[in-house]
């Protein structure tokens, strides 16, 4: 499974875009990218999922350079409830166990 | 369509007992996943369960071990209770051909004391 490394924080203001980048320099040709969002006493919530280039959906863009090295989740015009927990993970198909590193705690100021 | 339902949704047991957490996954899901997530912490993989067999561990002791159901449901049991077993333990769903990620439930918040 790829190793994943990501910011331990960030700060930013309401109505701002909020880029979170994720380095998984091994990771393997079947492995996606995926986002989850945590907030405190809740399960992890999907926001998206990528193979390569870009993936956009109605709360979220990933974008995935060609080397799939990296990858950076986009929030468009964050708001206080955007305050969070974001995870990154890499793997493959449902078989596999999802391992989950210490995410970015991304900190919405008014 | 109910998503993961996990139940109780808090507990509070004393060192040395055994607990059941029970998970129900969400419908067309096969696969069911157990994580312990520390306060301040990611969560951390237990097992997964699928077709009522345990398919993958972690590095979790034999005090933790799990059982799933016909109906795709699923138990996490822990015996011997420790005071670092007091976690939010998630149940995460899934099917074996899915591509969209894993579906949380919102946890059992269990306290040992």
């Known amino acids: 499974l790829a190793k994943t490394t990501q910011p331990i924080s960030m700060d930013s203001y309401e109505g701002q875009e909020v880029n979170i980048t994720c380095s998984h320099n091994n990771i393997a040709t079947n492995d996606y990218i995926t986002w989850y969002q945590q907030f405190p006493s809740q399960g992890p919530r999907f926001i998206i999922q990528g193979y390569k280039t870009k993936v956009t959906n109605e709360v979220a863009s990933l974008f995935i350079p060609a080397d799939r090295k990296s990858s950076t989740l986009s929030l468009p015009r964050v708001s206080l409830s955007d305050t969070a927990v974001y995870y990154c993970?890499?793997?493959?198909?449902?078989?596999?166990?999802?391992?989950f590193g210490k995410g970015t705690r991304l900190h919405i100021l008014p | 369509d109910a998503g993961v339902t996990q139940s109780p949704t808090h507990l509070i047991k004393t060192r040395g007992q055994q607990v059941t957490l029970r998970c129900s996954p969400k419908s067309g899901h096969d696969t069911v996943s157990w994580y312990q997530q520390a306060l301040g912490q990611g969560p951390q993989f237990i097992f997964q369960?699928?077709?009522?067999?345990?398919?993958q561990r972690g590095n979790f002791p034999d005090r933790f071990s799990g059982h799933q159901f016909p109906n795709y449901s699923s138990e996490l049991n822990v015996n011997a209770l420790l005071l670092g077993d007091s976690a939010l333990y998630l149940c995460?769903?899934?099917?074996?051909?899915?591509?969209?990620?894993?579906?949380f439930g919102s946890g059992t918040r269990l306290t040992v004391v």
């Open positions: 369960y699928y077709e009522e067999e345990e398919r």
């Open positions: 993970l890499v793997g493959d198909t449902a078989w596999d166990k999802i391992i």
């Open positions: 995460a769903s899934s099917s074996l051909q899915g591509r969209y990620g894993y579906t």
